[in-house]
């Protein structure tokens, strides 16, 4: 990834499949691991919008 950054390609990569793994107590944040956590890429995941406009009820998705 860090080669093709290197050589100005834009990397997208997965936040990974943890979900809201709460195992740690954190309701799934902090979850996002190798290679979503490289600060060289786009890291994209998925989000549970409740199927409203509003985002005080939005949460990481299963």
Do not use: H
Request: a negative charge; aromatic letters at 8%; charged letters at 15%.
């Amino acid at each position: 990834m860090e080669r093709a950054w290197n050589a100005g390609i834009v990397v997208v990569v997965s936040a990974g499949n943890e979900g809201r793994n709460n195992s740690v107590g954190t309701k799934g944040y902090g979850t996002i691991t190798s290679p979503g956590n490289d600060p060289l890429v786009i890291t994209v995941g998925a989000v549970f919008t409740g199927g409203n406009w509003w985002d005080a009820d939005d949460r990481i998705t299963t």
